[in-house]
């Protein structure tokens, strides 16, 4: 082909190409610009810490168990000055009073009247306080052998006063007055080992939900002591104890592991988040990390060893 001709024919062709150009664009619309999505935030939401390191009202030494109340305020015991405190959820002081069985507190509850439970795991009682600290009466449960044998004990709504009883395996049921009622017996896991029940929480629901560290499960009980179901750990958490366990209004709460993972669950049993909380717990001693949630879904994570209290809110809809 003669070179001068090849050069009118490719001059043509880009001369069509140009003037197609605009109709082509303006059939297939403006060109879609693509962004990265930004990463999700988490659900469970860090709201601040609080605490004073010292040995005054107000203050933290050594604080053992914590609970919440209706009204969102936090009670803590401290071992080492005997002071049983109470603060608002921001962490501003409202109440404290000494007393001697705070100085071997396993463990704190209250129920929906307010009034106080301190629970001596090792020494074997739990006493009982008014709301504004003046003693109620105490009574007798099996002593357990670990100083920090169990972190978390109930009261029902019906006023059932639920405790574990890790040594052996099961879970004991009180009446209000403190005479013992029955036992629940929780079943071994699949290889044989015996329960260690260390924590349990009641719910709205008038179910007991009961973590064993034994095997990383969690069980739900009727408050008269009817297994309902037994949830077995996450794959990816069967070697990660169990190390306390809380309710709100719409979810079941677990703390799991040495380096602590919050978990939230649906009361059929499905585990809807794990979050490392923000990795502020990985350096703290295990015994030394107790937690209480509110029934708005506030929880309160009590680092002892630190003499604070770090405060979440989860914002998930129950499914």
């Known amino acids: 082909m003669n070179v001068r001709v090849a050069s009118a024919a490719r001059s043509r062709w880009l001369e069509l190409a140009c003037a197609l150009l605009p109709l082509v ?20 939401e860090f709201v601040g810490e609080w605490g004073m390191k010292g040995e005054g009202p107000g203050e933290l030494a050594d604080p053992a168990g914590i609970a919440v109340d209706l009204n969102n305020r936090v009670y803590l015991a401290d071992r080492r000055t005997g002071l049983l405190q109470k603060f608002e959820s921001s962490g501003v002081p409202s109440l404290a009073y000494s007393d001697a069985s705070v100085r071997s ?46 972190s978390g004990f109930c009261v029902t709504a019906d006023g059932r006063i639920i405790v574990p009883d890790p040594d052996g395996g099961r879970i004991q049921a009180f009446a209000a007055a403190g005479r013992l009622e029955s036992t629940w017996k929780l ?35 009727t408050n008269r002591g009817a297994q309902v179901a037994l949830w077995d750990a996450p794959a990816d958490a069967v070697s990660a104890p169990l190390r306390g366990i809380g309710v709100s209004r719409s979810h ?55 003499q604070r209290v770090l405060r979440f809110r989860l914002n998930l809809q129950p499914r």
């Open 25 to 44: 664009v303006a059939a297939c619309g403006p060109a879609q610009q693509v962004t990265a999505s930004p990463p999700q935030a988490s659900p469970l």
């Open 105 to 150: 507190t396993s463990a704190l509850t209250v129920d929906s009247g307010d009034a106080i439970y301190v629970a001596d795991a090792r020494g074997g009682r739990v006493w009982i306080h008014f709301p504004e600290g003046d003693p109620l009466r105490n009574f007798r449960v099996i002593p357990q052998r670990a100083a920090d044998a169990f």
């Open 187 to 221: 079943p071994p896991s699949p290889a044989g080992k015996s329960a260690r029940p260390v924590a349990v929480a009641a719910g709205l629901d008038e179910f007991v939900y009961i973590a064993d560290s034994a095997s990383g499960r969690i069980a739900k009980f």
């Open 252 to 306: 079941l709460f677990a703390l799991r592991g040495v380096e602590p993972q919050l978990e939230v669950w649906t009361f059929d049993g499905v585990r809807v988040l794990t979050d490392t909380l923000g990795g502020r717990l990985n350096a703290a001693p295990p015994a030394a990390v107790y937690f209480a949630v509110s029934r708005d879904e506030q929880i309160f994570v009590l680092d002892a060893g630190r």
